[in-house]
């Protein structure tokens, strides 16, 4: 199959409605792909919200397509951002937005779910992938639904279909990890005799209990406990989760009429490949954890930030197959690196003595300027930086959404990120910059404007002289950049090419 018969081979299919297969279809649409979004449930109210928070370089994301808003509107901004419970100050991080989101997942989901209708996108519910077969550069996908197993054939497969993911069994990739060592109860209750203030991740001798109000008339209630009386697969009930706050806590401050009741693990799980031919994993499905800090659903959305410009290119027939890989390179070891600090986590919400005095001193530890910037640069998402050859600070990392200025007049750099292109941006007054890009115009957008700053604070790097021309990925992140003397090389021979395909000739 030549480069350009690619956009021949279907759709994107897309096992996964949450909000990773939202935020993936979404993308995808934006670039010019055509997308089926299978759901095997039968709609979105029948489970909560497990997720409820929203991470600074997740919102920026969205701000990066002009959305933010309309997930600003739906929760305010929170101090959610913690370690194992331990609150971090966000406020000192550079971005415009240094808070956590107090967002629920299905409101996420319902946002998302707008987005993707006005690109054309509608999810089909009902329908379970079952089997998958690929062949000939595509994918023929089994779906059962009310009327029956069909067919559906596409270009390729991604499953967003959790932590039990079908694709994920289907298409062969082993889930290495590590095993529960505790269960935690969930639930989104009434409360007639509410603490007198919020307990985020208290202690007790038999376990830790959280007790927090997320909207008014209504609390999550979290009980964590080293075994769970009912079986794994048992439905909670808000009998059970009385039970487990009054084990813990001595008290269940009069919890009734639940809106939703579920329960969690601490086990660790990353699937060994994100890609099989034309298979792909993103969000739980890749990846599974113990939810603490307020990672899960950002993971999933950056997952697929990150894969849906790279497979609508190649669906379009204007990069390669290759790049498909550079997916599971830069997603599998940022997901591997926050795991580890999820892992850790997970040691600090353990009951016990031992590991009470432990949380003490972390606790202390957070205090520190530097500890709590690291902590927070990392929890955020700021400080994720794929590999990329070179060594200026900004290679690899997101780009800061400092002010500029151009003959259109003052505006952001995320501004130009609005139509999910790669974009290469010089505010040198050499036009070699652009002449070199000047293949690629049909497939990058180019522009040039004035510095409104001589420097860019970048998380977990500092502050950095501004730079004379980037080349920024539609994800947001910095591929190529340059000092007073770019590397004109780099930029057309490795950058240019291999984000963007292969030189058109004529």
Known sequence: ??????????????????????????????????????????????????????????????????????????????????????????????????????????????????????????????????????????????????????????????????????????????????????????????????????????????????????????????????????????????????????????????????????HFNDAIRQADRYRVGSVLLAGDAAHIHLPAGGQGMNMGMQDAFNLGWKLAAVTRGNARDGLLDTYHAERHAANADILKVIRAQSVLCEPGPRIGELYDIFTHLVGFDDVNRYLSTTLSGLDIRYPMPGELPLLGRRVPDVDISSREGAKRVYDLLKPARPVLLSFSATTDVTKTAAPWAGRIDIATADFLSDSWAVPGVGTVPAPSAVLIRPDGYVAWTSGADPDLGALHHHALTTWCGPQRRG
Not at 148 to 167: A, F, I, K, N, Y
Not at 168 to 196: N, S
Request: aromatic fraction near 4%; include cysteine.
């Open 1 to 262: 199959m030549s480069i350009n018969d690619q956009s021949a081979a279907g759709p994107v299919i897309i096992a996964g409605a949450g909000p990773t297969g939202l935020t993936l279809a979404s993308e995808l649409r934006r670039g010019g792909a055509d997308v089926v979004l299978l759901e095997r449930r039968p709609n979105r109210e029948v489970e909560g919200s497990r997720a409820a928070g929203m991470q600074p370089r997740t919102i920026e994301m969205l701000d990066q397509r002009g959305i933010a808003d309309r997930f600003l509107a739906e929760g305010p901004p929170s101090e959610l951002g913690n370690f194992a419970g331990i609150k971090l100050d966000y406020s000192t991080l550079a971005s415009r937005f240094p808070y956590a989101l107090n967002i629920m997942q299905a409101e996420t989901e319902r946002v998302l779910e707008d987005v993707a209708a006005e690109l054309g996108v509608a999810v089909r519910w009902s329908a379970e992938v079952t089997g998958v077969r690929q062949s000939g550069g595509g994918v023929e996908v089994c779906v059962e639904g009310p009327g029956g197993v069909q067919t559906v054939s596409g270009s390729h497969l991604v499953g967003c279909d959790g932590g039990r993911s079908t694709v994920r069994k289907l298409m062969g990739a082993e889930f290495p990890g590590t095993d529960a060592t505790m269960v935690a109860l969930i639930g989104d209750v009434e409360l007639d005799e509410p603490p007198q203030r919020p307990l985020f991740l208290e202690r007790h001798e038999r376990g830790l209990i959280t007790v927090i109000q997320f909207r008014p008339g209504w609390y999550r209630v979290v009980t964590v406990e080293r075994e769970r009386s009912a079986s794994p697969d048992d439905p909670v009930t808000i009998e059970e989760l009385r039970a487990s706050a009054r084990r813990v806590a001595g008290a269940d401050f009069g919890m009734h009429s639940p809106r939703w009741l579920s």
